[in-house]
């Protein structure tokens, strides 16, 4: 069993960062490959950010240039720094993490950009 908790998620203003930052935790990990997703109200979870176990990074165009993300394997971390955020970056974002081929989600953490 992985457990992955994500933090970081708060209220900012549009133009402002935020970090967000995961772990994960288990008695034999081996992870591959980390990413983060958001879920605005009544959307679709979409991919905002993956990185492989080989530092390749994914980001789509909508976070590309704003968005950076960023893991530490000796911590089982992987962080999200978002820059420039707008108000349509709002949403719910989740940790997912590949262990032996397997996907683990977070509980998420909520995100909120005012204009």
């Known amino acids: 069993q992985v457990n992955v908790v994500e933090s970081g998620g708060g209220l900012v203003q549009a133009g402002g960062s935020l970090q967000l930052s995961c772990i994960a935790s288990?008695?034999?990990?081996?992870?591959?490959?980390m990413g983060w997703y958001r879920q605005g109200e009544g959307q679709q979870r979409e991919l905002v950010a993956h990185?492989?176990?080989?530092?390749?990074?994914e980001y789509p165009n909508s976070v590309k240039g704003r968005f950076i993300i960023s893991r530490d394997d000796a911590k089982n971390m992987v962080y999200l720094r978002m820059n420039n955020l707008k108000p349509e970056d709002t949403g719910a974002y989740y940790c997912?993490?590949?262990?032996?081929?397997?996907?683990?989600w977070g509980q998420g953490t909520q995100v909120t950009v005012s204009s």
């Open positions: 997912k993490v590949v262990s032996w081929g397997r996907p683990y």
């Open positions: 288990g008695r034999t990990l081996k992870i591959s490959d």
């Open positions: 990185i492989s176990d080989s530092l390749k990074t």
